[in-house]
């Protein structure tokens, strides 16, 4: 038996015995909101700036879009060192741990359900905040490629279309990439080979967007960019250097003799007035990829 050191006390000899951390660093955190049921699930809202506003109009701090929640929906604020929560004459009422509130001041575990929303107060230094950003990453990230997934890119489509309405509609584009002949890669050279083409073509796609842009894998062999603040010009420009440098890279695959070489084909579309709602927005760009696809691949058409 194992002895630790000065106790006495005697201890499994085949677990390895972790120093403590007395540095706090993992354990500290701020206050913050966390989604835990809703369309915007995981997201945090830090509070560290109060007040704030939580509601479904374009002039709330924290915008969740579901019809259920009211335009200015609560506030919440800072009171003598409290954290508070205040009903804004909300349709559905604001809720704590199921009971309707009108104002009342936060307490560590909270739930606070908004429309068809929940949300779970977490103060600070709670070591669960840590948790659930990274339960967080792995609801909103692609497993093979690391990118964001669909359900984040229409999230945040959904998000940039609120901002649209009271902004210059020519501002948001939409790119759909497709890799060309993909299925030829997987028949001649193996599923795996496949998926290496697609990390790496994740990582090359990466390299050439902005900050700002949204980049995800959408499905099988499908990708796509949202581009806030890209016209359609801008976009075409961002999206004819992204077929290039996909042209140039050479794919690299364990157990092959020779590096790849892989194409895709791109379609890009612009945000207009006329459209209703972001479906509008993914069908033209997917006819516009089709339309590349049938004029010879490699190529982007806007």
Known sequence: MGNRAGSGENTDPYTLLVAADRSGASTLHGACLVVIKGSRIGSRIDLDQLPLVIGRGASADFRITSRSVSRS???????????????????????????????????????????????????????????????REHVIRDELTGLHNRRHLLTTLNDALINQRSADPASLSLAIIDVDRFKAINDV??????????????????????????????????????????????????????????????????????????????????????MKDGSDLFRDADELLYRSKNAGRNRVCA
């Not at 506030?75 to 954290?83: A, D, H, P, S, T």
């Not at 001041?105 to 669960?128: H, S, T």
């Not at 440098?245 to 007035?273: C, N």
Request: aromatic letters at 4%.
């Open 73 to 135: 929906h609560c506030r919440v604020f800072l009171n003598e060192g409290k954290i508070w929560i205040e009903d804004l004459r909300s349709t559905n009422r604001t809720l704590i741990n199921s009971r309707p509130v009108e104002r009342q001041p936060l307490q560590d575990g909270d739930q606070i359900r908004i429309g068809d929303a929940a949300l779970k107060y977490l103060a600070a230094g709670n070591a669960e905040v840590a948790f659930l950003a990274e339960m």
């Open 189 to 274: 050279i193996g599923h795996l080979a496949g998926d290496e083409v697609l990390r790496q073509l994740g990582d090359v796609l990466s390299s050439e967007t902005r900050k700002d842009d949204v980049l995800a894998r959408i499905g099988g062999e499908e990708f796509a960019i949202l581009m806030p603040g890209h016209s359609l010009d801008s976009a075409a420009a961002t999206c004819e250097r992204l077929r290039a440098a996909v042209e140039a890279h050479r794919f690299v695959i364990e157990g092959h003799d020779e590096p790849l070489a892989v194409t895709v084909s791109i379609g890009v579309a612009q945000w207009t007035e006329v």
